[in-house]
T-cell receptor, first 112, second 110 residues
Framework: NAGVTQTPKFQVLKTGQSMTLQCAQD?????MYWYRQDPGMGLRLIYY???????DKGEVPNGYNVSRLNKREFSLRLESAAPSQTSVYFC???????????FGEGSRLTVL | GENVEQHPSTLSVQEGDSAVIKCTYS??????FPWYKQELGKGPQLIID?????GEKKDQRIAVTLNKTAKHFSLHITETQPEDSAVYFC?????????FGTGTSLTVIP
């Protein structure tokens, strides 16, 4: 029972490069989320997808795009990485909007 | 949007003592308050939650209290054990998303 799987776990980028973080869940959850975690700032929502075919901005969406590929997969793309996007990124899923969030193990991204 | 404040940012207790972490929120419409525990190198996991129609909820050594009038809620851990050492986050549901506190790093000293 894998739960929420994120790839890659670690990535180093140069300023201006692009990359995509992949996330998949095997719990048949409707909702999926991307958070970033920075020291002293807790978890902040970047984008979420309440159901397959929908996506919405969260608290800090600038510089990111997302795709809900199907019910299982939700990807996060950085088109032109900036040092301010150095962070740990977490994907999460839940059965419904106010349900328990199940998190992946995180992806540590460093932008030089 | 919602604003969640969490205190303290770090907390050290002796094994067997109690630990209390406090959070306040700003949006009176918020109605669901979960607590997550994050161990080193892992994603957060839900440990307990409370909804606004309840004042207190307990699960073994962990309890959460909610004061809607004052807009604050607290996590209480009794008889702490070394495996309770982790970062704890409170959260509040409002405006179609969860807003998280900044986290409390709890260290239980054997």
């Amino acid at each position: 029972n894998a739960g929420v799987t994120q790839t890659p776990k670690f990535q180093v980028l140069k300023t201006g490069q692009s990359m995509t973080l992949q996330c998949a869940q095997d719990m048949n959850h409707n909702s999926m989320y991307w958070y970033r975690q920075d020291p002293g700032m807790g978890l902040r929502l970047i984008y979420y997808s309440a159901s397959e075919g929908t996506t919405d901005k969260g608290e800090v969406p600038n510089g990111y795009n997302v795709s809900r590929l199907n019910k299982r997969e939700f990807s996060l793309r950085l088109e032109s990485a900036a040092p301010s996007q150095t962070s740990v990124y977490f994907c999460a899923s839940s059965r419904g909007a106010t349900g328990e969030l199940f998190f992946g193990e995180g992806s540590r991204l460093t932008v030089l | 949007g919602e604003n969640v404040e969490q205190h303290p940012s770090t907390l050290s207790v002796q094994e067997g003592d109690s630990a209390v972490i406090k959070c306040t929120y700003s949006d009176s419409a918020s109605n669901y308050f979960p607590w997550y525990k994050q161990e080193l190198g892992k994603g957060p996991q839900l440990i307990i939650d409370i909804r606004s129609n309840v004042g207190e909820k307990k699960d073994q050594r962990i309890a959460v209290t909610l004061n809607k009038t004052a807009k604050h809620f607290s996590l209480h851990i009794t008889e702490t054990q070394p495996e309770d050492s982790a970062v704890y986050f409170c959260a509040a549901w409002g405006s179609n998303q969860f807003y998280f506190g900044t986290g409390t790093s709890l260290t239980v000293i054997p």
